[in-house]
């Protein structure tokens, strides 16, 4: 079944007396389990996409459907909602809250969402374990090496058991070796049955998912 169904999705920006239309009628299909990358060169509109399948942002017109919910229907409450239940976020720079530790960091989703302190903690921990950071969950993100807070970011996006993972250049501010590394962790999440939506202008990294989706100038293009 579809997690993302997608249909004629359009975006446009209005600067002054001028429209930017930036996604020309995307349709997407991505099914539970897929590892799927969106491809495209900067200013082709992925970080708009990036957007509207997150649900920060809505569409102008066309179809969106997460996890059998009809985005346009939301109000931004019922956004907030879906987006915190449906999605967990991983950034190129991580994101991280400095002033605290990894397991915090990994805990907070869950506080906000009003788990109990303990249990968040127990939770935050195990998922670290997981991830191959059970003997750094005290550090703060600025005594970590860059794979290692991209790490803690994986963790904090698993934390809550979302439908999706969404990436948006996940290893753009890492060395090539380190961002393999990030990447193999993706496969291994996939292989587990973990859905991941990766953005990347970076072929060899997009070739890592399962199926690529290639946009250009706001299309998809073969
Ligand atoms: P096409 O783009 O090839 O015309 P369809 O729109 O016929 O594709 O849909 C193909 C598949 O997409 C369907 O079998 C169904 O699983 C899924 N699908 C279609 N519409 C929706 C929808 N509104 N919500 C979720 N999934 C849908
Ligand atoms: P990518 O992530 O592929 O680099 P973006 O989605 O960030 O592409 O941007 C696509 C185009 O839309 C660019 O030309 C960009 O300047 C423009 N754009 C993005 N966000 C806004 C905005 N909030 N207002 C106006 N233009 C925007």
Redesign the pocket.
């Known amino acids: 079944?579809?997690v993302i169904?997608m249909?004629d999705i359009v975006k446009s920006y209005k600067m002054g007396k001028n429209t930017l239309t930036v996604l020309k009628g995307i349709?997407i299909?991505i099914e539970k389990g897929e590892f799927v990358a969106v491809l495209g060169p900067s200013g082709s509109g992925k970080s708009t996409l990036m957007n509207i399948i997150g649900c920060i942002d809505v569409a102008d017109s066309g179809?969106y459907?997460l996890s059998?919910q009809?985005i346009k229907a939301k109000n931004e409450d019922e956004l907030a909602y879906i987006r915190n239940k449906e999605i967990g976020f991983i950034f190129q720079k991580f994101n991280l809250l400095s002033k605290y530790t990894a397991e915090h960091n990994v805990a907070f989703p869950l506080l906000l969402r009003g788990v109990e302190k303990k249990a968040a903690q127990e939770k935050a921990r195990k998922v670290l374990e997981d991830v191959g950071l059970g003997d750094r969950i005290d550090h703060k993100p600025l005594e970590l090496s860059g794979g290692q807070q991209q790490r803690v970011s994986v963790a904090r996006a698993l934390v809550g058991n979302p439908n999706i993972l969404l990436a948006d250049e996940p290893t753009g501010a890492l060395d090539t070796k380190t961002g393999n590394e990030i990447l193999d962790m993706f496969v291994e999440l996939n292989n587990k049955g973990n859905t991941i939506v990766m953005i990347t202008h970076d072929l060899e990294v997009a070739k890592r998912a399962g199926r690529i989706i290639n946009v250009i100038d706001g299309e998809i293009v073969d």
């Open positions: 079944s579809n169904y249909k349709s299909k179809e459907i059998g009809n």
